[in-house]
């Protein structure tokens, strides 16, 4: 048998390029949308638009830097109509032990946009550079006026006469030598004093340092507006859209993923930069209630803790991977090296087939060309799918298909709030475009479009439930009864009808019974209702 490394991957052995490329769709829409909303603001701070923070979640080992690594290479693709955006990748977990989180993620933007926009466009990554020590250099005007001063001593101490008659006879005199060294002393060290002081202090603000970190942090006025101007005039000298990918911080201790996150929330709000996140959701939401348990009384329930609500605050987009599916025996016949597997020359040269042969086609028409010409191999099946699914999330076919969700609004809540209401239509369009590249209602029928819309409420309004019934879609029959299950028999075969093989957490029970929860379930003011035999086929969960 074949010996096979544990890193993450390059080629798409589980179908999930085509996902990355439906985050990818996304992420440029969104940076649309901001830059426009940004200028019809009359008094906005960020005239570019601001950050936009996509969550990617799920456990370890599940392929979350692989799809990273997927969407990197969607994003730096140019295009007629895009310029490719320069990815910097930030590995949280490599320097959690490096206080605070966020400037290091500030030093990685440039080093990183620097390698990026060197290997496609030199002249750029010559600009930045040379725009960088530019501003480092007017950081450390203190040391050069320092200098200055020195200089300046000198020559009025050698004008004033202290260094004597110096001549060719006694330049190297004892009397001469004593001369030198008592004007260096009397000029030389106040003026070093004074320049040491002033000049660290100018260093602290590019020092690579996490020790010149703290004394800048400690010793400056305005240190945050400071470090935000600076990551400002980056995004602007880098001359792209920049995104940033975060790797890796579901393994660093809580108040390191707290501070790190709550400094792009707060710090780097108004600077245009896209920030994905790969991280397993549990891991942040624990790290938040830890930070925050004497304030748990404020909020959360029992499918949505307090930590959840400030996930919600966090992300604009929350995005679990999609199911494998049958893509895992493909994945499985790769790893025993079968020839029956598509190699990638064989998916480049079919997405390349598609994108050509499906141009101009969208809505209907594209969706009603690859129903009738699926293709012929794995490969062109693939291809073809993902091409439907990238257009199904474009913001042109999301405007189309907005009436989709009307009738959804009173089952957000008592109250629903626009931040509700933006997550919905940010995660119902991810998940119609996973469905499609799972050849998934791809002929946009009614009733199951609104089942994908409830179950993708359930998900963003009690994550913790819907994790339980993704898992065990038999539970869903007992939504709307005052007495779930709560034991597991011993015999899963001899179970009696009210005992189920899996027992249901003590934490959901009340929810199975909430007025709420059952409103969403049956799908109160709409026509569908959610059922397990939905969620057994569905690649969402």
């Known amino acids: 048998m074949p010996t096979h490394t544990d890193g993450p991957a390059y080629f798409d052995e589980l179908g999930r390029e085509g996902f990355a490329r439906v985050l990818a769709q996304r992420i440029w829409d969104a940076r649309k949308e901001e830059t426009r909303n940004s200028r019809r603001a009359r008094d906005s701070r960020s005239p570019r638009g601001g950050a936009f923070i996509l969550h990617l979640h799920a456990p370890w080992g599940a392929g979350k830097t692989s799809v990273l690594n997927f969407l990197a290479a969607d994003l730096r693709r140019s295009s007629e109509e895009e310029k490719g955006c320069v990815v910097v990748e930030f590995n949280a977990w490599r320097h959690q032990r490096i206080v605070p989180p966020w400037w290091w993620l500030m ?7 620097v390698r990026e926009l060197w290997r496609d466009d030199k002249p750029r990554a010559a600009w930045l550079w040379f725009r960088e020590r530019l501003w480092r250099s007017k950081a450390g005007w203190p040391g050069y006026l320092a200098l200055l001063l020195v200089a300046g001593g000198v020559v009025w101490a050698w004008q004033a006469g202290w260094f004597g008659a110096v001549g060719k006879e006694n330049l190297f005199s004892p009397d001469t030598a004593k001369g030198y060294l008592a004007a260096a002393a009397a000029i030389v060290t106040p003026v070093l004093t004074i320049w040491g002081l002033l000049h660290a202090m100018g260093r602290w603000v590019f020092t690579t340092s996490a020790r010149g970190a703290r004394r800048f942090m400690a010793n400056t006025s305005d240190p945050m507006r400071t470090v935000q101007d600076h990551v400002d005039h980056l995004t602007r000298w880098i001359g ?6 975060i790797d890796d911080l579901d393994r660093c201790k809580g108040p390191y993923v707290v501070e790190l996150l709550e400094g792009i929330q707060t710090l780097f709000r108004d600077v245009p930069v896209t920030y994905v996140i790969a991280a397993d959701r549990d891991w942040l939401a624990d790290s938040y209630a830890a930070e925050y348990s004497g304030f748990v009384s404020a909020g959360g329930d029992a499918g949505r803790p307090v930590g959840y609500l400030f996930l919600e605050k966090t992300f604009q987009i929350s995005t679990g991977l ?76 999301q405007q189309q298909l907005s009436h989709t969700l009307e009738p959804f609004s009173d089952l957000l809540g008592r109250d629903p709030n ?14 119609r475009g996973i469905e499609i590249l799972h050849r998934v ?3 946009v029928e009614h009733l199951h479009e609104q089942e994908t819309a409830l179950w993708t409420i359930l998900m963003l309004r009690w994550p913790k439930l819907a994790g339980h019934l993704g898992r065990y879609p038999e539970h869903l029959q007992y939504v709307g009864t005052t007495a779930p299950p709560a034991t597991t028999p011993t015999d899963p075969a001899a179970a009696t009808p009210n005992e189920v093989p899996a027992a249901i957490p003590a934490e959901l029970r009340p929810l199975f019974a909430d007025p709420e929860v059952v409103a969403v379930v049956r799908g109160e003011g709409v026509d569908a209702t959610l059922t397990a035999e939905f969620l057994e086929k569905s690649p969402l969960r």
């Open 107 to 113: 030093t990685t933007l440039y080093s990183g946009a």
């Open 240 to 245: 792209h859209d920049v995104v940033v990918m």
């Open 322 to 397: 999609p199911r494998s599916g049958a893509s895992i025996t493909t994945y499985w016949n790769r790893l025993l090296h079968s020839s029956s597997v598509p190699d990638a020359e064989a998916l480049k040269k079919a997405r390349a087939d598609s994108s050509r042969a499906l141009q101009g086609k969208s809505g209907k028409a594209l969706r009603d060309e690859v129903i009738a010409k699926p293709g012929n191999t794995p490969a062109e099946q693939q291809a073809r799918l993902e091409t439907v699914a990238v257009e199904m999330v474009s913001e042109r076919a």
């Open 418 to 431: 626009p931040r509700a209401m933006k997550r919905l239509v940010n995660a119902y369009g991810i998940a």
């Open 441 to 443: 209602n791809l002929t």
